[in-house]
């Protein structure tokens, strides 16, 4: 959306289609209710097994099948954006003429995951880790951290109530990389404390997919807790307008499981756009930041629940009027647009 209202013609495509929804071949594009934004529904005109069982014939017929979207469109493309680190829809389908912008943002399996980046005309990612993946590439490479929506950017105005302290947590709470006995351990210790939980917290409220379930087995029933409430999976907005009444935040997965391995997470610029002050098992993207994200130094929870008691009994001096200005100010700086104007000057640059 932030490309579309800075004025870009946005063509956002989706996967190919699997199920009957759509002919064989065909190609949809529709307007959205964002004024440039436009989305392609489209089905591979042969058998989607084909990118599994010849690859190299799939790459073959996928030029065909970009030729005839990019016909649908009627324009010429100037740049194309990949995320797709399963390179379904290879960069190298694309014409030579257009500039190519690839940008994983989640590990990538090898070789698939690294390959897709071979016509790639430069290379972003939200995370050195990932980054370093691509290193037998000279494409030129930039790390770019996350964006954050305007509607977290806003202020609601702050005072502190030491004795009635909030902290927030968000996401999907089936994901199996959440340490769960050090969030628990948190809780019972800091009685005093209400746990606040928005996202996908019982099986019938989540409209994640995937993984959504696949910590069920080891998901303890925190509903019994009397300082935790359960909100549920609510809309963006809405998440915005709750966090800021949040005195802070807690963020906690093991590192051992996690996907991303701890090196950073969308969610931090949504908490840190409210002021209020971050408790995190280590995230390595923030280890040389000071004063943005409480954490430990180890790359493992042992001593997580002994700073998060520490914040909450020092929590007017973790949320001071500077530390709160300082965590706002880096927040600001990375909304889509900003990161978009980033990005923009490597290009011109690279």
């Not at 990019?70 to 500039?99: E, N, Q």
């Not at 928005?198 to 300082?227: C, F, L, R």
């Not at 756009?273 to 409480?294: H, K, L």
Request: negative net charge; aromatic residues 10%.
């Amino acid at each position: 959306m932030a490309l579309s209202r800075l004025g870009n013609e946005v063509y956002f495509l989706n996967s190919p289609s699997q199920s009957g929804d759509l002919k064989s071949g065909e190609v949809i594009i529709e307007s959205t209710q964002y004024e440039h934004l436009h989305q392609i529904k489209h089905k591979l005109f042969y058998p989607y097994i084909i990118k599994y069982k010849a690859k190299w014939l799939h790459r073959l017929l996928l030029k065909t099948h970009i030729n005839k979207i990019i016909s649908k469109i009627g324009k010429r493309i100037d740049v194309v954006w990949s995320f797709d680190i399963s390179d379904t829809i290879s960069l190298r389908s694309f014409p030579a003429s257009c500039y190519k912008i690839f940008m994983p943002v989640d590990e990538p399996a090898i070789p698939t995951g690294v390959d897709a980046a071979t016509s790639a005309n430069v290379i972003f990612s939200v995370t050195n880790e990932i980054l370093q993946k691509y290193n037998k590439f000279d494409t030129p490479k930039l790390f770019t951290n996350h964006g954050v929506s305007d509607i977290f950017l806003k202020d609601t105005g702050y005072t502190c109530d030491e004795q009635n302290i909030q902290i927030g947590l968000s996401g999907n709470f089936f994901r199996p990389d959440i340490d769960w006995p050090t969030l628990l351990k948190i809780i019972d210790e800091n009685p005093t404390v209400t746990f606040n939980f928005w996202g996908a917290v019982a099986g019938q409220k989540t409209n994640m997919i995937g993984d959504a379930y696949s910590g069920e087995a080891n998901h303890p029933d925190v509903s019994n807790k009397k300082n935790v409430i359960l909100h549920g999976s609510v809309p963006p907005s809405k998440l915005a307008e709750e966090l800021h009444k949040m005195d802070g935040f807690l963020i906690c997965y093991d590192i051992d499981k996690d996907q991303s391995g701890g090196t950073n997470y969308h969610k931090v610029l949504e908490y840190m756009a409210t002021g209020r002050v971050i408790v995190s098992n280590n995230i390595t993207t923030y280890n040389d930041t000071d004063g943005f994200i409480e954490m430990p130094t180890e790359r493992n929870n042992s001593k997580l629940a002994a700073l998060f008691s520490n914040v909450v009994s020092n929590i007017a001096e973790y949320n001071s009027a500077d530390r709160q200005a300082k965590r706002l100010q880096y927040a600001s700086n990375h909304t889509y647009e900003g990161n978009i104007t980033r990005i923009e000057e490597f290009i011109a640059q690279a």
